[in-house]
């Protein structure tokens, strides 16, 4: 199994950036892909990033390409989504989540999950 704990969360205004980190503990990180979703009150999880297990690959949300770039350091067992020119639409809970299987934007795809930090961008 694998433990993911976000953090890195909090309040900024619109216009801002912020970083959140992922770490995992268990089993070998560099055996997961990882991804980070999202999810605002009443809508569903979303997609946001993913990246491979190496982190040569990355997949993006066409709204978010551009301004979250995600990433990861395999020898920290950590994943990373820097996040700039945020905007208001852009407040939910950030999850990340991992997959043994390849990389990918399907909820499906991912066998572990964090409990999520908030995000707030005021306008």
């Known amino acids: 199994q694998v433990q993911l704990v976000e953090s890195g969360g909090g309040l900024v205004q619109a216009g801002g950036s912020l970083s959140l980190s992922c770490a995992a503990s268990g089993r070998p990180f560099s055996s997961y892909s990882m991804g980070w979703f999202r999810q605002a009150p009443g809508k569903e999880r979303e997609f946001v990033a993913a990246?491979?297990?190496?982190?040569?690959?990355?997949n993006y949300a066409d709204p978010d390409k551009g301004r979250f770039t995600i990433s990861r350091d395999n020898a920290k067992s950590t994943v990373y989504l820097q996040m700039n020119t945020l905007k208001p639409e852009d407040t939910a809970v950030y999850y990340c989540?991992?997959?043994?299987?390849?990389?990918?934007?399907?909820?499906?795809?991912?066998?572990?999950w964090g409990r999520g930090t908030q995000v707030t961008v005021s306008s």
């Open positions: 990246i491979s297990r190496s982190g040569g690959g990355t």
């Open positions: 989540a991992a997959s043994r299987s390849s990389y990918c934007s399907n909820y499906g795809c991912y066998d572990y």
